[in-house]
């Protein structure tokens, strides 16, 4: 079955960088769009990022444009999310999740347990 | 600040049907399918509905969705304690050209 499990949350200090991994499993990677989605402590749901279903397209919210990069390997099958220049508000949980069809904007169907990211001095 | 519009709570009794509003504008509901997620206490989110109105393999019949314009909802009938979690709505918005959730609604069975 569809399997994902999110693996480098920790502590980290503001400006520091942090990699996320995704190991995926149950599906064919490069198949199916892939997304980052974080929850910070008591609050909502916010997409990050996202690659199209061969990955050659990636896509950011605003807020971390610059800062992050979602990248795949497709041997590996495994998503990663690099995290750098750091700030007290990307403090979340971050979740993987696996585009429900080739259609980048078909949203989430299977999702990981998320890793948590602290981001403080 | 969302681009998506939930209410913040919705509430009901046991056996009653509760509905929750998601509103939105031409370049995300207005052109794009919708999906509902239920996230209970502690958990990862879970895909309630997709495609507006279709439920995943798994899901009771109790969850229905609908889309009208640039608005969708999702009703829950027949409400039982185990529903009683966050409901989001989202869709991808073609002018952000990302995806985008809801603020989430709190579903309190009383």
């Known amino acids: 079955q569809v399997q994902l499990v999110e693996f480098g949350g920790g502590v980290v200090q503001p400006g520091r960088s942090l990699r996320l991994s995704c190991a995926t499993s149950?599906?064919?990677?490069?198949?199916?769009?892939m997304h980052w989605v974080r929850q910070s402590p008591g609050k909502g749901l916010e997409w990050v990022a996202g690659?199209?279903?061969?990955?050659?397209?990636?896509y950011y919210t605003d807020s971390v444009k610059g800062r992050f990069t979602v990248s795949g390997d497709s041997f590996k099958k495994t998503l990663f999310l690099q995290m750098n220049s750091l700030r007290a508000e990307d403090t979340a949980v971050y979740y993987c999740a696996r585009g429900r069809n080739f259609h980048d904007s078909s949203g989430p169907d299977y999702w990981g347990q998320g890793t948590l990211v602290t981001v403080s001095s | 600040q969302s681009v998506l519009t939930q209410p913040p709570s919705a509430s009901g009794t046991p056996g009653q049907r509760v509905s929750i509003s998601c509103s939105g504008s031409s370049s995300n509901i207005g052109t794009n399918i919708v999906n509902w997620y239920q996230q209970l206490p502690g958990t990862a989110p879970k895909l309630l509905i997709y495609s507006s109105n279709q439920r995943p393999s798994g899901v009771p019949d109790r969850f229905s969705g609908s889309k009208s314009g640039t608005s969708a909802s999702l009703a829950i009938s027949g409400l039982q304690s185990e529903d009683e979690a966050d409901y989001y709505c989202a869709a991808w918005d073609d002018s952000l050209n990302g995806y985008v959730f809801g603020p989430g609604t709190k579903v309190t069975v009383l």
């Open positions: 690659t199209s279903y061969d990955g050659s397209k990636k």
């Open positions: 149950g599906f064919s990677f490069y198949t199916y769009p």
